[in-house]
């Protein structure tokens, strides 16, 4: 079935590091990819999404691109500040779009 | 304007009772999830309301499990002789209208812990 798959944490960086957060999704067609965020105390928001392929989301200095070929939405940031600290969710829309299917979280903290 | 409220914020409960969790999405928002976060798994969808479809409820776990939505806006939860692989933590979100499109706004949960 759908699902998606992202890389596991915690992932630890220094302030003006580079991030990457892996995420590949195994679909039956052409889904609506998604990160969503979870900053400390905080519900899930939308960071950023893609609904077809070569698609490239973006907001607060983060990039997805969605890669049909590597069946992949790989979360990344040129230089992450500590406000960057949270749980970050792949999700792929499903069910014709109607619901969303997620990877477990990947939790990134950032270091002054 | 006020975002998805979830109500309560926290549940104990024993075993075998029933529980009822509450959400207010926003207005105007025609379309309501709900998803259960269970301790070290991702979220799991659960149930969709769109308007005055019939909602989907594939994603329902068991009978036990049954959500209403009354006049197009509050919905209910309600879980039925709780059992302890129950607990978790259940959010709901709405969006301005159904498919993925459309941003998911999503309430800060109801953590439900069965005793």
């Given at each position: 079935g759908d699902s998606v798959t992202q890389m596991e944490g915690p992932v630890t960086l220094?302030?003006?590091?580079?991030?990457?957060?892996?995420?590949?999704?195994?679909?039956?067609?052409?889904p609506s990819l998604f990160w969503y965020v979870q900053y400390p105390g905080e519900g899930l928001q939308l960071l950023l999404k893609a609904t077809k392929a070569d698609d490239k989301g973006s907001n607060?200095?983060?990039e997805a691109t969605y890669r049909k070929e590597?069946?992949?939405?790989?979360?990344e940031k040129g230089s992450v500040?500590?406000?960057?600290?949270a749980v970050y969710f792949c999700a792929q829309g499903a069910g014709n779009n109607r619901k969303l299917i997620w990877g477990l979280g990947t939790s990134l903290a950032v270091n002054p | 304007g006020a975002g998805v409220s979830q109500s309560p914020s926290n549940k104990v409960t024993e075993k075998g009772k029933d529980v009822e969790l509450r959400c207010d999405p926003i207005s105007g928002h025609t379309a309501l999830y709900w998803y259960r976060q269970s301790l070290g798994q991702g979220l799991e969808f659960l149930i969709y309301f769109q308007g005055n479809s019939a909602p989907d409820k594939s994603g329902l776990p068991s009978d036990r499990f049954s959500a209403e939505r009354t006049g197009g806006s509050v919905s209910t939860l309600t879980i039925q002789r709780t059992q302890q692989e129950d607990s978790a933590v259940y959010l709901c979100a709405s969006s301005l209208a159904g498919g993925t499109n459309q941003p998911?706004?999503?309430?800060?949960?109801?953590?439900?812990?069965?005793?």
């Amino acid at each position: 079935g759908d699902s998606v798959t992202q890389m596991e944490g915690p992932v630890t960086l220094s302030e003006e590091a580079f991030l990457t957060i892996n995420c590949t999704y195994t679909a039956t067609g052409y889904p609506s990819l998604f990160w969503y965020v979870q900053y400390p105390g905080e519900g899930l928001q939308l960071l950023l999404k893609a609904t077809k392929a070569d698609d490239k989301g973006s907001n607060k200095g983060f990039e997805a691109t969605y890669r049909k070929e590597t069946t992949s939405f790989h979360l990344e940031k040129g230089s992450v500040q500590v406000s960057d600290s949270a749980v970050y969710f792949c999700a792929q829309g499903a069910g014709n779009n109607r619901k969303l299917i997620w990877g477990l979280g990947t939790s990134l903290a950032v270091n002054p | 304007g006020a975002g998805v409220s979830q109500s309560p914020s926290n549940k104990v409960t024993e075993k075998g009772k029933d529980v009822e969790l509450r959400c207010d999405p926003i207005s105007g928002h025609t379309a309501l999830y709900w998803y259960r976060q269970s301790l070290g798994q991702g979220l799991e969808f659960l149930i969709y309301f769109q308007g005055n479809s019939a909602p989907d409820k594939s994603g329902l776990p068991s009978d036990r499990f049954s959500a209403e939505r009354t006049g197009g806006s509050v919905s209910t939860l309600t879980i039925q002789r709780t059992q302890q692989e129950d607990s978790a933590v259940y959010l709901c979100a709405s969006s301005l209208a159904g498919g993925t499109n459309q941003p998911q706004h999503f309430g800060d949960g109801t953590r439900l812990s069965i005793l």
